[in-house]
């Protein structure tokens, strides 16, 4: 364990920023993971509806570094074209 009051105060930072980001990244996982049981369902009015909510996740976890920014893009441009193929 640290003994420096500097050493201890990262510890307890870290701690923190780990429960944010675990936080962050459980909430982008488990909302892609909705989006892509409506795609599998085909249900194209759900997907469309669910999809701004979904995507500003995924830039919010970009920004906040949770992931990266061409994951993001990736991401993004994969469930677009899957809904746009389901609504046609």
Do not use: C, W
Not at 56 to 82: E, F, P, Q, W
Request: cysteine-free.
């Amino acid at each position: 364990m640290a003994n420096h009051y500097s050493a201890l105060e990262r510890v307890r930072q870290t701690q923190r920023r780990t429960e944010f980001n675990q936080r962050n990244k459980t909430r982008l996982r488990h909302q892609i993971r909705a989006m892509r049981k409506l795609l599998s369902e085909k249900n194209a009015s759900g997907a469309l509806a669910l999809l701004p909510e979904t995507f500003s996740i995924i830039d919010r976890s970009a920004k906040l570094g949770v992931i990266k920014k061409n994951t993001a893009a990736r991401y993004k441009s994969k469930l677009h074209l899957r809904v746009k193929s389901l609504a046609s």
